[in-house]
């Protein structure tokens, strides 16, 4: 069995429980092991340091848990997916510099997917799995296979609108 830490987001706004009774219900669907965060736009994020076989098994039966235990609420997003240039350096504990200087090297097929102003967003698994393929080790084996399930489950919410 393999630690793995992660956050899970949810719009709860639809349950119409008070802080209270959402942090009780949590913890009786099996969510112990958790940091529960509100927010003031109806929203939660769980943040997780859960044991499993595997990042996927983790993250589905943590998801499981929140939607059995808060009927109406609705999955939002799993992390660590999104990522800066900041984030990719606190990984790899290199400077942000360092970071952009690689993704701007020629032949690396490393893109943001997006940017935010004037910052890059990137998928977290692409760029550990690209600077594996440059000759830069993953630093944390349970951090890539989070990334990954990460990857996946935002994928997979992103079809069902």
Do not use: W
């Given at each position: 069995?393999k630690?793995f830490?992660?956050?899970?987001?949810?719009?709860?706004s639809?349950?119409?429980?008070?802080?209270?009774?959402?942090?009780?219900?949590?913890f009786?669907?099996?969510?112990?092991?958790?940091?529960?965060?509100?927010?003031?736009?109806?929203?939660?994020?769980?943040?997780?340091?859960?044991?499993?076989?595997?990042?996927?098994?983790?993250?589905?039966?943590?998801?499981?848990?929140?939607?059995?235990?808060?009927?109406g609420?609705?999955?939002?997003?799993?992390?660590?997916?999104?990522?800066?240039?900041?984030?990719?350096?606190?990984?790899?504990q290199?400077?942000?510099?360092?970071v952009?200087?690689?993704?701007?090297?020629?032949?690396?097929?490393?893109?943001?997917m997006?940017?935010?102003?004037?910052?890059?967003?990137?998928?977290?698994?692409?760029?550990?799995?690209?600077l594996e393929?440059?000759?830069?080790?993953?630093?944390?084996?349970?951090?890539?296979?989070?990334?990954?399930?990460a990857?996946?489950?935002?994928?997979?919410a992103?079809?069902?609108g």
């Amino acid at each position: 069995m393999k630690m793995f830490e992660f956050s899970l987001r949810f719009d709860i706004s639809a349950c119409q429980k008070s802080i209270d009774a959402i942090d009780d219900l949590l913890f009786e669907a099996g969510c112990g092991d958790a940091l529960v965060r509100h927010s003031r736009k109806g929203e939660i994020q769980i943040d997780y340091n859960r044991e499993a076989e595997s990042a996927l098994m983790a993250f589905e039966r943590a998801k499981s848990e929140v939607l059995c235990a808060l009927p109406g609420a609705r999955f939002l997003e799993a992390k660590p997916d999104y990522v800066s240039p900041s984030d990719i350096a606190a990984n790899y504990q290199i400077s942000r510099q360092r970071v952009l200087k690689i993704m701007q090297t020629k032949g690396v097929s490393i893109h943001p997917m997006t940017n935010v102003g004037n910052t890059q967003i990137f998928r977290l698994a692409s760029v550990m799995s690209q600077l594996e393929k440059l000759g830069t080790p993953i630093v944390d084996a349970t951090l890539y296979e989070a990334a990954e399930a990460a990857l996946k489950l935002n994928s997979e919410a992103q079809l069902l609108g």
